[in-house]
């Protein structure tokens, strides 16, 4: 069975700076897709960014981006310029069986 | 545009009594999901629906648990008897196309407690 690990319970910024958040995935498959979801305390989970295993290119959304190595089977999400409303669990999933991390708990201090 | 709409939100049953939450996905989303979220940890898929067909179950305990999507639309995923182990939030998602590959918009869930 894939499996998904986020090994960093826990993650603190600054405000206007950058963290980088780890996630690693377990398959034999080489067509599947990559996701990081943001879920604000009490709020619903929502797409942050979205990664295609085929494409080398890395997926960027505005402050946020991806380091996909496929071979290493890693793909980790950097907030840049990072603010109070960033704030929120992170989630890496995999796409075959809908495999989630454990999740990130990011705080942002001002 | 109308977000995935779950009911009820919050739900508080005694061990052994039966209960069943109600999911309506964006509307022309093929496929919904129902996953269970336990405190602090992430989302565990329970049932996938493409359509009306459910072609993921794996993870779905079904000597108490059932789920249905009439007609494609919405869908009903029923425990009967609760278990206290079952307290957790049932979370609600569709997305427009198959396999996984689209974005899942999620509803608000429903938090459950079995006393």
């Known amino acids: 069975a894939q499996t998904v690990t986020q090994s960093q319970p826990e993650m603190s910024v600054q405000e206007a700076e950058t963290v980088t958040l780890s996630c690693t995935y377990d398959?034999?498959?080489?067509?599947?897709?990559l996701f990081w979801y943001k879920q604000p305390p009490s709020r619903q989970m929502i797409l942050v960014i979205r990664?295609?295993?085929?494409?080398?290119q890395n997926a960027t959304e505005n402050r946020f981006s991806v380091n996909f190595q496929k071979a290493a089977k890693s793909f980790s999400l950097k907030i840049s310029d990072s603010q109070l409303g960033d704030a929120a669990m992170y989630f890496c999933?995999?796409?075959?069986?809908?495999?989630f991390g454990a999740g990130t708990r990011l705080t942002v201090k001002p | 545009e109308a977000g995935v709409v779950q009911s009820p939100r919050y739900k508080i049953i005694e061990k052994k009594q039966p209960v069943a939450f109600w999911c309506n996905p964006i509307?022309?989303?093929?496929?919904l999901y129902w996953y269970r979220q336990n405190l602090g940890q992430g989302p565990e898929l329970l049932i996938r629906?493409?359509?009306?067909?459910?072609?993921?179950d794996s993870q779905l305990p079904k000597d108490r648990f059932s789920a249905e999507r009439l007609k494609g639309v919405d869908s009903t995923l029923k425990i009967q008897p609760a278990e206290l182990g079952d307290s957790a939030v049932y979370l609600c998602?569709?997305?427009?196309?198959?396999?996984?590959?689209?974005?899942?918009?999620f509803g608000p869930g429903t938090r459950l407690t079995v006393t």
């Open positions: 998602a569709s997305s427009l196309g198959f396999w996984g590959v689209d974005e899942q918009y």
């Open positions: 398959t034999s498959e080489s067509d599947y897709y």
């Open positions: 990664q295609e295993a085929y494409k080398q």
């Open positions: 999933a995999y796409n075959r069986d809908m495999r």
């Open positions: 509307s022309g989303h093929n496929t």
């Open positions: 629906y493409e359509n009306e067909e459910a072609v993921d």
